[in-house]
């Protein structure tokens, strides 16, 4: 096993400029798709709350994307945009969107209805609300759906490769193809890295925004 | 012409099919603190809500300093009047100061004015500035929470207050304090108060008049004093409850039983007790100096007085000179006796 490693490594080290031009195209795909995922998401998140249908809408369309596999959502895309990045990025930017949507939702609707009322009741108008209150508010649930939804999309960039659009999955096709084992694992074993230390960096974001609202003494401090 | 704060005038309120007020008809004077009681769902919310427009009437007028409501633009108006709520809202991504800054922010203050505010504000509710402003407030206890509500909706000075049962959620130590608090806070502002609660002995407390609820209905309008000692139903006398003498001792001041004449009166209360001419029947405290109230204490306090020591009349001091005096006698007449007190 421990061999097994060693040899991956060598692998990766003697094919270092292969793998940087890999790594580059599997974070692109990544970034890409979860930029333009939020975007999108938190947006529709935002509309649905304001309105039942539409939040009805937004829903139902967010779950069927996730339960669509990647490639099938490639299937039906590519006659469009066509095999390569685009649609590598449609598939996984389809694929990012219910867990944003649905954190922003609950971040959202999470804001007690008193925050609420007390603001209306300042004079505050819906506007004003939602960018002073409620999305301030929600901003740390919906970056813990933005944190999901890239872990897994580093792992769904995996089946770029089947589009010719790159990304470490090259290596582990290729891998797979010639039995070579070392090849498989100098492919895996950084995606998992970068799926684990986005994971981190992205959690330590998330509870340093939401320090503010949850640090401190807590209820417990004396009456002055 | 003098102008009503706000004004009611035969409102209706029905949410679908439930009618949240059949016609209610009052109207709060500038610099009053009018209290809305009455059990749980009698509409004491709607009302308030109505004022603010968070409501519409279904029918019926409701008037702002002589204005219909209607006519105001609802985020004018709100920014106008201040709201507390039992729940606070306070906005828990934000500090104490930026809470407290929220209605002079929309209405662009200029930060330095908006700063020196927040300090005064802060300073008037007992929460030193530069030791509360930075703190979020799940940093706070209950009260000291309440309190920077209280703050936020002072903040751009309204001239009108909504508390929808500010201390409704505060045990019950926490509560009578702010109440304290917000009574001597109340003589400084001056600001018009409209105030809910289920709680007849703060209705009695914190009210210059009380409007008393049944089911969607204003059944009596009138001050603490006449509530007690004429209640106008049965259900009135019913939700004063029991002790309504030990009530009217309460919210009866020195100053309206009080007889003026006596040996002491109009002297100062400096020579009274220097001179040594206190009379023997004088009360006085615990360690033996002659006890005395002020005209606007409560006879309670007065009566709790009297009964610790063992003289029979209490002299009432004002701006330093003695101004009557008062006895167990007087406090027990009027206490018991149903008898029209009139004020000025
Ligand atoms: N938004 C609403 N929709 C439907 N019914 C309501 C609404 N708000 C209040 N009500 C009803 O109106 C009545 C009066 O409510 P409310 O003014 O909140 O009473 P209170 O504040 O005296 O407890 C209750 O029967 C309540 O259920
Ligand atoms: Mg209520």
Redesign the pocket.
């Known amino acids: 096993m421990s061999n097994l490693l060693f040899e991956a490594f060598t692998y990766l080290t003697s094919n270092f400029d292969t793998f940087l031009a890999l790594l580059r195209e599997h974070i692109v795909l990544v970034l890409v798709a979860q930029v333009a995922a939020t975007v999108v998401a938190v947006t529709a998140g935002i509309l649905a709350t304001r309105n039942e249908r539409v939040k009805t809408w937004v829903l139902s369309g967010g779950n069927v994307s996730q339960t669509i596999p990647p490639l099938a959502v490639i299937a039906l895309v590519f006659p469009f945009v066509g095999i390569g990045f685009n649609s590598a990025v449609l598939a996984m930017w389809v694929y990012a969107l219910l867990p944003i949507i649905t954190n922003t939702i609950a971040g959202i609707e999470e804001v007690p209805e008193s925050t609420i009322r007390s603001a209306e009741g300042m004079g505050m108008t819906d506007w004003e609300i939602l960018r002073k209150i409620q999305l301030p508010l929600a901003v740390p649930v919906i970056f813990a759906g933005i944190r999901t939804s890239t872990v897994m999309n580093v792992g769904t960039a995996y089946l770029a490769i089947f589009i010719g659009a790159g990304g470490l999955g090259d290596w582990v096709v290729t891998g797979i193809q010639l039995f070579n084992n070392p090849q498989i694992l100098a492919g895996a074993i950084p995606g998992a890295l970068l799926a684990i230390s986005l994971d981190t960096v992205l959690g330590f974001v998330e509870r340093s925004l939401d320090t503010q609202t949850t640090s401190g003494g807590g209820g417990a401090a004396a009456d002055a | 012409m003098s102008q009503h704060a706000i004004e009611f005038e035969n409102v209706r ?4 099919d ?4 059949d016609g209610i008809s009052f109207s709060v004077e500038p610099g009053t603190t009018t209290v ?1 009681v ?12 109505l004022v603010n427009r968070l ?1 519409d009437p279904t029918d019926g007028t409701v008037k702002f300093e002589g204005q219909d409501v209607q006519e105001v633009d609802k985020i004018d108006l709100r920014r106008s009047i201040g709201y507390v709520i039992q729940d606070i809202g306070l906005f828990d991504h934000m500090t104490v100061a930026e809470n407290v800054a929220t209605v002079p922010r929309l209405l662009d203050w200029d930060e330095e004015r908006i700063d020196e505010r927040v300090d005064e504000l802060l300073e008037l509710m007992d929460l030193p500035p530069a030791q509360y402003r930075e703190d979020y407030p799940r940093e706070l206890s209950g009260g000291q929470r309440q309190r920077v509500g209280v703050a936020r909706a002072l903040a751009a000075d309204p001239d009108v207050m909504l508390m ?2 500010p201390f409704g959620a505060l045990d019950p130590i926490t509560r009578d304090n702010l109440q304290d608090e917000f009574l001597e806070i109340q003589e400084q502002i001056n600001t018009t108060i409209l105030f ?1 609660t ?1 709680d007849i002995d703060e209705a009695l407390k914190m009210g210059d008049k009380i409007a008393i ?1 049944d ?2 209905e204003v059944v009596q309008y009138d001050t603490p004093e006449n509530i007690l000692e004429n209640p106008a139903t049965e259900f009135v006398e019913d939700f004063i409850g029991q002790n309504r003498g030990l009530k009217k001792l309460q919210v009866l001041e020195v100053g309206h039983i009080m007889s003026t004449d006596g040996r002491i009166v109009g002297q100062s209360w400096a020579d009274v007790r220097s001179t040594g001419s206190v009379p023997a029947e004088v009360a006085t405290d615990e360690s033996g100096t002659p006890a005395h109230v002020a005209a606007d204490q409560s006879t309670e306090t007065a009566l709790s007085k009297l009964v610790e020591s063992d003289g029979s009349k209490l002299p009432v001091v004002e701006n330093g000179s003695v101004v009557g005096t008062v006895s167990v006698d007087q406090i027990n007449d009027a206490s018991s006796e149903p008898k029209e007190i009139v004020y000025e």
């Not at chain 2, 309120?13 to 679908?16: F, V």
């Not at chain 2, 439930?18 to 007020?21: C, D, G, I, S, V």
Request: hydrophobic share 25%.
């Open positions: 309120k029905s949410y679908g439930t009618l949240a007020l809305l009455g059990p749980s769902g009698c509409g004491k919310t709607t009302t308030m809500k409501e929808d049962e809910v289920h609820y089911v969607g």
